[in-house]
């Protein structure tokens, strides 16, 4: 019965930090994706910027898997406004859409970046806009003009100006390990390590504006969680008691974390209340309950449990009661989280002897297998429902894969050496 905390606890131990970025390959797309032309952003007067925004723009996109972006060896001509477009050169190219703009240095590391989004078949914009930034800043600014690109093409908001948080390991020199909690764009550039040590970090968290991650580290020889400012550097323990300290999960509101707790004597779940520091227990039973996660409303919680025997995914009140088991299909159901829409939970299932991230409907209870791996866990929902992202083995290595909700586009995202693992994909920024 304890087997379900030894592998939550356990599981990191071998692992250590390496900075490097994710390199992410796309490993199946939609059939049918929309055709789309990134052309190479023109720059008046002398110098170019260090960042090919167009670049950055064209491989968000791809990376979707929604989109089929169109070479640059096989554009016939690259336009930087719609006063330069022969739309008929680009039907002849069964391209859709079109993405045009310039970038113009207004000073001292500085520019203006101008795009439109066309419609090639009608011939007329679809948006455009005008974006003042800096150097610094310029990766940033293509990623927004994907997200403006995304939204006005599928209706829903794109999710490029993200980050995602990880774990990530390699084994030195001298035989030891380092772990460390990183964080890094979506699309595996900029990474950043916010914590380093030599004892396993796992659980990471990010709060609801985005500024902190919570996250459980075994300093000391003893579990505790604590919640990390991501850009002050600020460290803060929240809770060290006897026993385990794991798996805090923050309320959409960002004024409580849910934890799993066995200061009691047994694993169970209980709030923690970051202003007053007081502590509510919510599930009380003889079995292992862990793994908390909230609804996007805020009233409910989920969580791991083997009170029926083996793990499966259980429902509760914010504020206690009597649970309700959600998963009734395969035998190990665990490590849920809400959809942003509060639609569908993600969860790791095992099915045919291999452990799978799946989705199920909570209105109908329907369940869909949507990877194919091994080993799979740790899903995560990007802010737009559109992507899970987990963590995977690629033989004996560990790696990030993201998979569509619909289970068509699949994407890996590895370091160049070492391990990573245990992702949570961040809010949308505030």
């Given at each position: 019965?304890k ?34 032309a990134?052309v190479?952003?023109?720059m008046p ?16 996109l ?19 406004s719609d ?18 703009g310039?970038v ?20 007329q914009?679809?948006?455009g806009?005008?974006i ?13 003009i ?5 939204e ?12 995602v948080?990880?774990?990530t390991?390699?084994r030195?020199?001298?035989g ?13 550039h ?7 040590s030599?004892?396993?970090l ?20 003893q ?9 002050t ?19 959409p509101?960002?004024?409580k974390?849910?934890l ?6 047994n ?5 923690f209340?970051?202003r ?24 409910s ?9 083996k ?6 009140s914010?504020?206690?009661?009597k ?8 035998s190990?159901?665990a ?28 209105k109908?209870?329907?369940?869909q ?8 866990e ?9 992507m ?8 004996r290595r ?5 998979v569509?909700?619909?289970?068509r ?15 949570d ?5 505030k």
């Open positions: 019965m087997k379900i905390v030894l592998m939550l606890l356990v599981f990191l131990a071998c692992h250590s930090v390496v900075k490097a970025e994710l390199t992410i390959e796309i490993t199946e797309g939609v059939e049918g994706a929309l055709p789309i990134v190479p952003f023109g007067g002398r110098g170019q910027p260090a960042v090919d925004l167009a670049e950055v723009i064209n491989a968000d791809q990376r979707s898997g929604r989109f089929k972006t169109i070479p640059r060896a096989d554009m016939l001509s690259r336009p930087t006063r330069e477009v022969e739309f008929k050169d680009w039907r002849a190219l069964g391209v859709e859409n079109l993405v045009v310039q113009e240095s207004t000073g001292a590391g500085t520019y203006q970046v101008q795009f439109q989004l066309l419609d090639v078949y009608r011939g914009q679809l948006t806009y005008s003042p930034t800096t150097a610094s800043n310029l990766r940033s600014t293509a990623h927004r994907a997200d403006i690109i995304y006005n093409l599928l209706g829903i908001p794109g999710a490029f100006s993200t980050r948080a990880y774990i390991s390699t030195l020199a001298d030891k390990s380092r772990i460390g909690l990183n964080v890094a764009d979506a699309d595996g900029n990474p950043e390590t916010i914590v380093n030599s004892e396993p796992m659980s990471p968290a990010w709060s609801p504006d985005g500024m902190k991650i919570a996250y459980v580290s075994f300093e000391g020889g579990s505790a969680v604590y919640v990390q400012g991501v850009y550097g600020k460290r803060q323990k929240v809770t060290s008691f006897k026993g385990i300290n794991g798996a805090p999960a923050w309320s509101d960002g004024r974390l849910a799993t707790l066995s200061k009691g004597g694993p169970d779940i209980y709030i209340d970051m007053s520091r007081k502590l509510q227990q919510i599930t009380r039973h003889y079995s292992i309950d862990t793994e908390p996660a909230w609804s996007p409303d805020g009233k919680l989920v969580f791991t449990s083997d009170r029926g025997g793990p499966q995914i259980y429902r509760v914010a504020f206690g009661g649970a309700q088991r959600v998963t009734f299909e395969n190990y159901n490590r849920a989280s809400f959809s942003p829409d509060g639609k569908l939970l993600t969860f790791v299932t095992q099915d045919e002897g291999n452990y799978r991230i799946a989705v199920q409907d909570l109908t209870g329907v369940m297998v949507l990877s194919q791996g091994r080993l799979d740790s899903p995560s929902f990007a802010p737009n429902g559109s899970i992202i987990y963590g995977a083995k690629a033989g560990g790696v990030l894969a993201a569509s909700t619909d289970g586009v699949r994407q890996r995202l590895a370091l160049q050496e070492g391990d990573v693992r245990e992702p994909w961040s809010p949308f920024k």
